[in-house]
């Protein structure tokens, strides 16, 4: 299945755990939308965390979170 760059971008959005922290090793989805804000006031952290961080913030302020755990059903990540 051919899947266009954005909908890749969602998917692996999806997949993204946090990988430090409170809330090391759970999906972006699951942190709390008040931990996201406090990060988005402090500053997101550099590079493609910080940026999947403050798309996740947008994704949960405008009540999308049912996308996200859709894809991740719908497309699950295999480990190696």
Known sequence: MDI???????IELAHYR???GKFKDRY???L????????KQKGFPDGKLGS???S?????????EPLIRRLQKDFPRHSP
């Open 32 to 39: 709390p939308e008040a931990y996201l804000v406090w990060f």
């Open 28 to 30: 972006l989805v699951e």
């Open 52 to 54: 999947l961080m403050a």
């Open 18 to 20: 946090m990988p430090f």
């Open 56 to 64: 996740m913030l947008e994704i949960k302020v405008n009540g999308l």
């Open 4 to 10: 266009s760059p954005e909908r890749e971008k969602l």
